[in-house]
């Protein structure tokens, strides 16, 4: 693979066509063994230790943060610092200082920066597709999506931003000279989550940075050895000091305290939904000093459902189940835990599922095993007490156990509970683990309203052969992200722009092309001629 010539012009302009990242096939010889030759490599490098990035300059502190494989929980992936709460004032300050410089920097040159990191991660896939097998246990699969859509995100929002900044008025009116500027709001906070600890966090700070703004970077306590690299690679890229400050820390402590800032603009995060309302409530007080209405960008998780009406295609109904329930087991906003399935084709449905989930084989990301661990012990314990309560509420269909425990990783076997309640507590809470509720309906216009019965809104699915049902639908399912006879997962950057309604967030649309104006202010300008 060639080496990115950073010193080479980047030759992408608003116009270059945009075209999704392709997927590694691991079936290649080659590419098996470049996976395996890079998970050795990244092998040799774990328990390193990381520093904080502010204004340029590396930190550390007296607290650590320990990241940890959660396939053998005593396998230390990095050594972290701990930002308290009181380097907040440092971190936006050093945000602050970078602000002026950057947000006066060409879009450009801003976007070219973007497309060489871009450049450095296709140089790099394998590598950084085995920093997440091995700190958040994603199979050797769902590693490279999560490269591919950081790639993606790079990309498509260098060209964004371009389009942005020509952006014009609808009319010129007659003896004026009228100009529309999107500007960069300041210093801004971005929090990512661990689930997707590449593609979502370079996904946030991308946008940010690339409008004009300057931020703080706080990764997830689970994951911050992927934020560590991605920073040190736009290092390399040549971002100026300030632009970006990496410090990793708790969200009670740190995390609060930067929210709080009152100098910080506005707030990105993605993660659960009792911290998002939280951060939003933070953010809507008014600090001493103040002088604008913070913005909040929130994706809080979901409780998603698939329909599988009864003239369903039944071979593709289970396949899309399967692999969005159990996909990196459960852990996305966008996963299925719910199967909502007309009662003509239940049991047969029920039947044939418990049979596919038997299949799947659980076992070591690292040797590409379909389901891996949940991510910590205490997502470990969330999730088996989930189990009990459905056991107590429906019928196990398969799994219901721990497959590992302890030292030995947190497995949990992909569970499937049927006969559950639309309002039992499997039905309506999120769980965010390889648990999948079933649940019979007498009719579609039932199966929607039990997919709508709930505060979510973030996907959903619905698997049918008439295109009359698709487009009752798509007017009445209730969902910001909606797919016809194909599974609840794996968005594409571009083509399905992400985010939901209700407690999944405020619809930010990640990777469309309204996001980026979250990330800036518009500023009429009027000019009169002569």
Known sequence: MATADLSAPVKRTAETPFLNEPFVDFSIPENKRSIEAALQKVASELGREYDIVLGGRHLKTDGKISSINPARPAQ?????????????????????????????????????????????????????????????????????????????????????????????????????????????????????????????????????????????????????????????????????????????????????????????????????????????????????????????????????????????????????????????????????SRAIVDAKIYDDFCERLQARVGKLVTGDPVENAYSGPVISDRAFKKVMDYIEIGKSEGRLLSGGAAVKTGDEGYYVAPTVIADVSPKGRLAQEEIFGPVLAVIKSQSFDEALAIANDTEYGLTGSVYSGSRERLEQAAREFHVGNLYFNRKSTGAMVGAHPFGGFNMSG??????????????????SIGEKLG
């Open 76 to 336: 230390i992936v990095g050594i972290h610092q701990y930002a308290e709460a009181d380097l907040a004032e440092q971190a936006v300050k050093a945000a602050r200082e970078a602000f002026p410089a950057w947000s006066r920097t060409p879009a450009t040159e801003r976007a070219a920066m973007l497309f060489r990191a871009a450049d450095l991660i296709r140089d790099r896939k394998f590598e950084f597709c085995a920093w997440l097998v091995y700190e958040v246990g994603k199979n050797w699969g769902e590693a490279d999506a999560d490269v591919a859509e950081t790639v993606d995100f790079l990309e498509f929002y260098g060209r964004q931003a371009l389009q942005l900044d020509a952006a014009t008025t609808p009319i010129q009116y007659p003896g004026e000279r009228n100009r529309l500027r999107y500007i960069p709001l300041g210093v801004g906070a971005v929090i990512p989550p661990w689930n997707f600890p590449f593609a979502i966090m370079a996904g946030m700070t991308a946008a940010a940075i690339v409008c004009g703004n300057t931020v703080v970077l706080k990764p997830s306590v689970d994951a911050p050895t992927i934020a560590a690299h991605f920073m040190s690679l736009l290092e390399e890229v040549g971002l100026p000091d300030g632009v970006v400050n990496l410090c990793p820390g708790e969200g009670p402590g740190f995390g609060s305290a930067l929210v709080a800032h009152a100098e910080v603009r506005f707030i990105a995060f993605t993660g659960s939904k009792k911290v998002g309302l939280e951060i939003h409530e933070s953010a809507a007080k008014t600090q001493q000093g103040q002088i604008f209405i913070k913005r909040t960008i929130l994706e809080m998780g979901g409780k998603d459902a698939i329909i599988v009406a009864d003239d369903a295609n039944l071979d593709a109904a289970l396949d899309g189940v399967v692999a969005s329930a159990f996909g990196f087991n459960g852990q996305k906003c966008s996963a299925c």
């Open 506 to 523: 405020t619809d930010s649309k990640a990777g469309g092309p309204d996001y980026l104006l979250l990330f800036t202010q518009a500023k």
